[in-house]
């Protein structure tokens, strides 16, 4: 069976776009064109002179090929003069995709009541419920929005959690990123929507480098999801994102990933490739981040959601699925970096691997010398559906003598003979694998809001959809 | 109608068995013999058990069987009740019949479910039953009785059940019984593959297939059962 990518066409649209090519005057002109303060400007160029001193990393379980960083243009907009003015084809496109870009249909109970910023390429072209959310005092808006109206906020928090010196990706990110979400939840707030990011890459030869900052104020909750999809171009995409999340004492963020991005080709011609940095910091005493992940697309993937556990008792979760097929490689996992007492973190991954695809699980937990009584749970599956390649690499370092660290980890195949049990009781052969599938990822996918669960089981089975044989 | 003409069956290059021929029709039919002769193998190569090799041919409902794949049999008409049902982790019970039934509205999901929730009941299981996890910590009993939940709500043509009473106790064999008597009463087919007595008693067998010596007799002298459960398989050996 071929495989399909039904998110993979691209649409004509009349675009600003740079020219390929970083220089210090690239950013000066996206800075510029962004009229930012003179401190935002300046973090740019830091991280800018910072990128010269260091090099790309060459990881021991990914290849592709070396990428140009001289030859992808790093700015390219949708061209509209407002937000009210968004052209047509543009408004097509995400009705394709499901992406409800009007408050109109959820409030028709077309489509499910959730808040969503839309980030095409480069820019954010629209933001709905802003106005409900902001009679709780939320600020759900692009942050180039936010630099402008809220400019304190962001400086206290933009490159608090990851620094512009990180890694190699976060670095190119601080100096040219264009656009994402930010999000702040005040006080005692516990946000009445479902807060939604989409991404969409749409122009060719173009970076997609944003940025998303969520902070939760004492006694919040919010929760979080963002969706991805890009057109089926014959060369690689670079998408290189920074994820900072801060949660303040006893505020809780749930956030939840469906990575959809092109994954490539049969013979892994194409396909994004996908460098972020993703952490959460529990800064207050009682707060709790949890990440969610499903991890479909991508040619290359490479995150690590992490957590710092810093206030006593925070909690920190990882769940995640990654399924590779064809050529794909994904090298994910996460950190969880106990600072604070009695801290815990669970970390669930389940990765499925078909075709020459290669699927990495990397971990780190770290009990730090003062992070007594802490508690980390780690469980790693890996489910191969035919000659590829599961892996592995978990880091546990223990600094105090208090703390139990956990790591449970089983690599199998799908079992012959319950495949044979379900088509005993009539199942066709794709549908028992999807059953077993779906059983094998079920702790996960638990964890995903509501809405968006029978979606990722979905997404799953068409994924898998010709990937076994 | 189930036809065997001259199949034989064998895994790994070893012959298990030869010469079948066996016809079965509407009513209860017996198959019996000594451990090991090959009495479950019979019954999942009527399934297309990947583990088995089989030649000749087979039939149902006039359809050559040769060169359909389990699920397409199943869909047929034939259903096997597994003597040690197989553990699938994050399945639910009521999913299976679900995910058979190909249902596709609420209504008939919601109706399917009360059918499910009602047999579950009858048969003593917890009523949290349908979102269980199938085979999955549970007792053999319990998996016997979800095998026979199975039977009731697919409810096929022709239901071969290797070993249906094994983990039951005595109540739960008389409920077994009423079920599989009222599924004949029906016009259906039931093939039990047994050792137990009581279950042997209890029905009047339209035949009895002895499996020894690598291969089958099939008769429809019901006393033939009575024979073996005082003597033993020793007039087959």
Known sequence: ??????????????????????????????????????????????????????????????????????????????????KDDIPQDVLDTFEKLGVPLHERDALLGLAPKVAVDVIMDSVS?????????????????????????????VKKYLGSVVSYKDNYFATLNSAVFSDGTFCYIPKGVRCPLELNTYFRINARNTGQFERTLIVADDDSFVSYL???????????????????????????????????????DENGIGGVLNFVT???????????????QVETGSAVTWKYPSCILRGDNSVGEFYSVAVTKHQQQA?????????????????ISKGISSGNSINTYRGMVRMGKNAHNSRNYTECDSLMLNNSRALTLPTVMQYNSSSIVEHEASTGKLSEEALYYLQCKGLTEEDAINCLVTGFCKSVFQQLPLEFAAEANKLLSVTLEGAVG | MLVLQDVSISTDNKEILNNVNLEFGPGVHYIVGPNGAGKSTLAHAIMANPKYNVTGTMKFKDTV??????????????????????????????????????????????????????????????????????????????????????????????????EPDSGLDVDAINDLIIQLNNFVDTNKTVIIVSHYEKLLKSFNPATVTVVANHTTTQTTDATTVDTILSNGFKDFA
């Open chain 2, 65 to 162: 069987l040769t060169d359909l794949a389990t699920w397409e049999r199943a869909q047929l008409g034939l259903f096997l009740s597994f003597q040690n049902p197989t553990p699938i982790e994050g399945m639910s019970n009521f999913r299976l019949i679900k995910e058979s039934l190909k249902m596709d509205s609420t209504k008939k999901i919601m109706d399917e479910l009360n059918g499910f929730k009602g047999l579950a009941a009858d048969l003593g299981l917890p009523s949290d039953w349908d979102k269980k996890e199938l085979n999955v910590q549970a007792s053999g009993g319990e998996k016997k009785k979800n095998e026979l939940i199975q039977l009731k709500m697919l409810n096929p043509d022709v239901a071969i059940l290797d």
């Open chain 1, 278 to 292: 993703k952490r959460g910091l529990c800064k207050g005493d009682y707060s709790k981040i949890s990440w969610t």
């Open chain 1, 125 to 153: 072209i629209a933001t709905t419920f802003q106005a409900e959310l902001a009679e709780h005092g939320i600020i759900f808006c692009s942050i180039s929005e936010a630099v402008q109206h809220h400019p304190e906020l």
């Open chain 1, 226 to 264: 963002e969706g991805c999809t890009a057109p089926a171009f014959t060369e690689n995409t670079v998408h290189a994102a920074i994820v900072e999340l801060v949660a303040m004492t006893k505020a809780e963020i749930k956030y939840s990933t469906v990575q959809n991005w092109y994954p490539g």
């Open chain 1, 331 to 347: 090298d994910t996992g996460t950190k969880m970096l106990h600072v604070g007492k009695n801290t815990r973190s669970t970390i």
């Open chain 1, 1 to 82: 069976m071929a495989y399909e990518y039904p998110e993979g066409f691209v649409t004509p649209v009349e675009s600003d776009d740079f020219e390929p090519g970083l220089t210090k005057e690239t950013i000066l002109k996206l800075s510029a064109l962004k009229n930012e303060p003179a401190w935002l400007t300046d973090f740019r160029l830091n991280a800018f002179d910072h990128l010269q001193k260091i090099k790309e990393p060459n990881w021991s379980t990914v290849n592709y090929k070396p990428i140009d960083f001289q030859a992808m243009r790093y700015y390219s907009a949708p061209k509209f003069t407002n």
